[in-house]
C-alpha cells in the first residue's frame, strides 16, 4: 500500500508522513499565554481554531486563535483547524488574516460548509467522526478528491482504514485516493513537482 499522509494525527506510527503542527488548542485558550518563540521552526500551525462546544471562553479562544493566525500569515505557514460548532467565524477570521492553505480537521458539517471551504482552496480532513454524521458523508461525497485528507485524530486506529472509509463512501480506488492525498499535500506545503 506504501507510505500513506495521516493529516491529523496524535499517535504517530512513524510508519506514515504524520506531519506534527505547533499550536496552542482552543481548549487551553484560557489557561495559557501565547510565546510566539514556540514557532521558532514550526512548518505547520496546528491545531488552532474555535471550539463553541467547549466552556473555554470564547473571547479568549477568538484572541488566540487570530494571534496565531497573524502567525501564520507573517510566516506563510500552513494551519490545521480544530472546528467545533464554529464553521463561520473561522472562515471570517481565515479569510481576514489572507490564510490560504489551510486544512479542517476531523471535518463534521454540510455540503454547503464543504462547499464553501473548498470555494476557498481549503482542506477537508475526514476522520473515523464521518462514519456517524449522515449530513457529513453527504459532505465527503461532495468534496472533491483535490481538497480533501484522511486522519486518525485521537483514535490508535491505523490510517489504511481511514482511507478505506473514504474510498467506500466516495467510490474511488485506493490508488486514486492515495494519489490525490499525495497531491494535495504537496500543495499544502508547497511542494513542487519536479
Ligand atoms: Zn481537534
Not at 139 to 150: C, G, R
Request: proline share 4%.
Amino acid at each position: 500500500m506504501g507510505r500513506l499522509i495521516n493529516i491529523h494525527t496524535h499517535h504517530p506510527t512513524g510508519r506514515h508522513l504524520e506531519p506534527q503542527g505547533v499550536g496552542i488548542h482552543p481548549w487551553d485558550a484560557d489557561k495559557t499565554s501565547l510565546d510566539v518563540s514556540i514557532f521558532q521552526d514550526a512548518e505547520l500551525i496546528g491545531e488552532i481554531g474555535l471550539d463553541y462546544a467547549c466552556t473555554t471562553d470564547r473571547k479568549a479562544q477568538e484572541e488566540l486563535f487570530c494571534r496565531q493566525l497573524a502567525v501564520a500569515e507573517e510566516r506563510r505557514l500552513p494551519v490545521v483547524i480544530h472546528c467545533v460548532k464554529a464553521f463561520e467565524p473561522i472562515l471570517k477570521l481565515l479569510l481576514k488574516h489572507k490564510i490560504e492553505r489551510v486544512v479542517f480537521h476531523g471535518f463534521i458539517g454540510s455540503v454547503e460548509q464543504a462547499a464553501k471551504a473548498v470555494e476557498n482552496g481549503y482542506f477537508l480532513s475526514y476522520g473515523f467522526c464521518t462514519e456517524r454524521s449522515t449530513k457529513t458523508i453527504k459532505a465527503l461525497q461532495a468534496t472533491p478528491l483535490s481538497n480533501l485528507f484522511a486522519e486518525t485524530d485521537t483514535t490508535p486506529r491505523p490510517i489504511e482504514e481511514a482511507y478505506e472509509m473514504i474510498c467506500k463512501i466516495k467510490g474511488c480506488s485506493h490508488e486514486e485516493l492515495q494519489w490525490a492525498i499525495e497531491q494535495n499535500y504537496n500543495r499544502l506545503f508547497s511542494i513542487n513537482d519536479k
